[in-house]
């Protein structure tokens, strides 16, 4: 039985009817067509889904979408405004803090999250902040330096 | 240093990633696209006493079910591309038939209109197993026990003896023999995007297209025309993003074969996006080897022999380069080091495990652990500095081209600048000092290091399965935009940065003028692929070779329009200029000329009288009007280059490594880690 929700993704309004079991990941990718937000382990290990759902970091494998009615929901199609990029985004850019990209969406969600909550993030800060997001390709090195470019901007924004 | 090589440039690729805009196959949504499940084996080792699909079948949303028996004789084995002297290749069928020799191996696929519905109906089908004793060690199995593959009679898929020099003659001499087992832990690669197929197949025109998550399009274009029984002109492959690979996607697996074939069968679109505990299960696996280690050296620290006599766990199949990967091991077991005589005894064993293959180095890091674990344990047994035994086996920096016992040339090193540069910055001597005074203090610090040689630059087609080469096309179109077509296939490398760094260099245009493309065996000339650290060094080498080539056209058809001789030309800054080469000559310099703006959409009319340069930009123009082209030259401006590696690369370098351990916990925090590496050419220093 098919269950009616009302959704805001990135300021946009949604009105759907889904199967109660959908996963709010595939809501996103397979209904809205919002492919930004990946599935890397379906099990909230790896955090490459990482959305902000009422401004707070969730991995969207493991939430389902009809929990999420009458939320905001933020994804990575979001972040920019007006055409320029999040800090957070320029960071990675600038920083080198991405390679193959999978893990990127959800790194710079749950990045912004956490220098919402900490603008000065110390390099143990981020670490530990972003410990639920996995990446296999940089060594979180760059990653690190990405966020602190992102923190220090924002700062002069 | 160029204008864009040698510069930290940011990737041209990552505003698409940042933006959550780019493609991964999971991405690509096509109508009516039907998806894969597979039904797995639970088991490692169990005869498939029957399978029931009439519930699946049933189920809503369901299209079809395959099992072994559907695809046995249609469907071509996964293929193994390692020859080695009477190696058993096992009959690797994309779908499991009479037993299941894996936890993880494939017994039937689920096509359903949605993936929610295709999983449910998988639910339903139910196997019968009857179990069998489990092959998991590959010391004991190589001995005796249970036979995975009947028809071999035992577990063991070959053995192989490598290496040069009197080993025997060289333990002998040794004032001392060390001994020491090593043991490589199996591991599961884990790129964060598992696999996944999507493939169309197109009956009117007899097209299929796949779109695959893999490091190499054009090989598996090739190995799945064989497989499916179509031609592979008939086949195109598509990479899309690709995230992540680490080895694990330079291979051919069979759930790649199955989605193409059966699209061919219901010629509709179908996709598989691997679950990560299918990635984890049925994805190649890395290392998993366990050996011994036997070193003989004089009591002065210098070593006369190295003997490592090794079990490779295979797991239950080969897959494209299974056995090939402990030759690897093999090949570097001389590390930064004169070794007179080295010998590998390898004996390849079959395990109720998935396949073992490359991985982040492939068998390399295993000989560079087991070269490096014997330094440590000779220094020790001489009560020798680590540093200093190193120190004392290093060939000289003249001493290259360095031949190893291992049948390697070494092109060039300079082993003892490293490892200098390592202990200076990581101020060796005090951290020797402060970790006797903190062990006083009864803490655990423990001071590691490794001074290694890497084999890149895979690599020279004799010595490489099927063609080491790159390739490469560089075409200026008609608007002067320049486009690179690479065989290499970056996913994550960050080529299309550094490739149009090259290009743009070498032809002097715009970096934003170039594209680089890749991946798709449509659009991409015959490439080899992304793997081994090769596709800077060959693919990179292949597009500067291609560029020099499409420049000899560039000038002649300068000369021509200039009317001077080619010789006669300078060429900078993109441009050719037949008075600056003149006014190099004299000194005197003159004034660009300006070329005038095309009307928007329209293309400009290349005024040529009287002209004193031109841009290479402008001659692309000028060849594909080809109203002014010098007799019997080819309208067009596009190169195509194959380059053929005559060696491999050997880069060294240096790490040192401090942790403490503490005491209770066990816990191992990082104080300090020192890395030098030989990176040869920077073409960006911001990926490098």
């Keep these: 039985m098919n269950q009616a929700i009302s959704i805001s993704v990135n300021g946009v309004d949604h009105h759907d009817e889904v199967e109660p079991r959908l996963l709010l990941v595939h809501y996103l990718r397979e209904l809205l067509g919002l492919t930004g937000t990946h599935v890397g382990c379906e099990t909230s290990i790896c955090g490459a889904c990482t959305i902000l759902v009422d401004g707070q970091a969730v991995k969207s494998c493991t939430m389902f979408a009809v929990q999420a009615d009458g939320a905001n929901i933020t994804t990575i199609e979001g972040l920019a405004t007006n055409g320029s990029l999040h800090p957070m985004q320029e960071g990675f850019w600038e920083q080198h803090g991405l390679q193959c990209g999978y893990c ?24 530990h902040g972003l410990e639920g997001n996995l990446c296999r390709c940089t060594g979180y090195q760059h990653i690190v330096e990405a966020v602190e470019y992102a923190a220090k901007k924002k700062a002069e924004l | 240093m160029g204008k864009y090589v040698g510069q930290r440039i940011k990737r041209t690729e990552d505003p698409r990633l940042i ?24 088991y490692a080792h169990a005869r498939i006493t029957g399978i029931d699909v009439t519930e699946a079948v049933k189920s809503p949303g369901v299209v079809a079910v395959y099992t072994g028996k559907d695809i046995a004789t249609t469907v071509g084995p996964v293929p193994c591309a390692a020859a080695l002297p009477d190696l058993k290749v096992p009959d690797y069928r994309v779908l499991a038939t009479g037993k299941a020799l894996f936890v993880g191996h494939p017994i039937a696929a689920v096509v359903a209109k949605d993936r929610y519905a295709a999983r449910d109906a998988a639910d339903l089908i139910s196997v019968d197993y009857e179990e069998l004793p489990v092959v998991v060690d590959v010391e004991a199995s190589a001995k005796g026990g249970p036979v995975i593959h009947e028809k071999f009679g035992n577990n063991i898929a070959y053995t192989l003896t490598s290496g040069e020099g009197d080993i025997d003659a060289a333990l002998k001499a040794a004032d001392r023999i060390v001994t020491q087992r090593m043991v490589h832990q199996r591991l599961a690669p884990v790129a964060m995007e598992g696999r996944g197929v999507l493939a169309r197949y197109f009956p009117g025109e007899e097209e299929l297209t796949v779109w695959s998550s893999t490091q190499i399009p054009h090989l598996l274009r090739t190995q799945l025309a064989l497989m499916i029984g179509i031609p ?22 069979a759930e790649e074969a199955l989605l193409g074939w059966i699209s061919i069968q219901l010629c509709k679109p179908v996709k598989w996006i691997e679950t990560r505990r299918e990635n984890m299960q049925a994805t190649i696996h890395g290392r998993a080897q366990v050996g011994t280690v036997e070193v003989g050296c004089r009591n002065d620290g210098i070593l006369t022999g190295l003997r490592y006599n090794v079990f490779a766990d295979l797991g239950a199949y080969h897959q494209l380069l299974t ?28 395990t109720n495990k998935m396949s073992t293959d490359a991985y982040r180095g492939a068998g390399r890091p295993e000989a560079t652990y087991v070269v490096e674990r014997a330094m440590d344990i000779v220094a020790a047994e001489l009560k020798m500095d680590p540093v200093e035994v190193r120190r004392k086996n290093f060939p000289a920096k003249t001493e290259f081209p360095f031949h190893t016992a291992t049948g390697l040339d070494y092109d060039s090193g300079d082993y003892e600048a490293a490892l200098d540069k390592a202990l200076d910055l990581s101020g060796y001597q005090k951290l020797r000092q402060e ?33 080491g080469w790159e390739s490469a096309t560089v075409r200026i179109e008609p608007t002067g935009k320049v486009t690179v077509m690479t065989g290499a296939s970056p996913h994550g490398q960050g080529q299309e940065t550094s490739f149009a760094q090259i290009a743009a260099d070498e032809l002097g245009v715009d970096l934003h003028d170039v594209t680089v493309i890749h991946g798709d065996t449509a659009i991409v000339q015959y490439g080899i692929g992304t793997f081994g650290s090769r596709a800077t060094a060959v693919g990179g080498t292949a597009v500067l070779i291609a560029i020099q080539k499409l420049k000899e056209k560039a000038a002649k058809i300068a000369a021509h329009i200039l009317q001077c001789e080619a010789s006669g030309l300078a060429f900078e ?11 190099a000559a004299t000194g005197v310099s003159e ?16 005024d040529t009288e009287g002209r004193s340069t031109l841009t290479i930009q402008e001659i692309a123009l000028i060849a594909h009007i080809a109203k002014e082209l010098p007799p019997d030259t080819e309208p067009g401006l596009s190169a195509t280059y194959f380059f053929e590696p005559k060696n491999f690369t050997f880069p060294f370098g240096t790490h040192i490594c401090v942790v403490e351990i503490d005491k209770e916990t066990g816990e191992t925090t990082f104080l300090r880690y020192v890395a030098v590496d030989d990176c040869g050419k920077v073409i960006n220093p911001l990926l490098v």
């Design chain 2, 232 to 253: 592979e002109n008939k086949l195109r492959v598509i990479t899309p993003e690709v995230g992540g690979g680490f080895g694990s996607k330079l291979n051919v697996y």
């Design chain 1, 104 to 127: 990127t969406p959800g790194m710079i969600i749950a990045a912004t999250q956490l220098i919402d909550r900490n603008p000065n993030p110390s390099r143990e800060e981020i670490r």
């Design chain 2, 435 to 467: 970790q006797t005074k903190a062990r006083a203090e009864g803490k655990l610090i423990g001071i590691g290091m490794s001074s290694y040689v890497e084999i890149c630059a895979l690599g020279p087609s004799q010595a490489m399965p099927a063609g």
């Design chain 2, 323 to 350: 056995p090939a990967i402990p030759t690897l091991t093999g090949l570097m077991l001389s590390g930064a080091y004169r070794i007179p005589a080295i010998q590998m005894n390898v004996t390849g064993v079959f």
């Design chain 2, 573 to 583: 800054g993109g441009r050719y200029s037949k008075q600056r080469a003149a006014a």
């Design chain 2, 591 to 606: 004034p660009d000329v300006a070329v005038g703006e095309a009307p928007a959409g329209a293309l400009p009319e290349p």
């Design chain 2, 19 to 42: 933006k959550g805009l780019a493609h991964y196959v999971d991405d690509i949504r096509l109508p009516d696209t039907l998806h894969v499940v597979f039904v797995r084996s639970i």
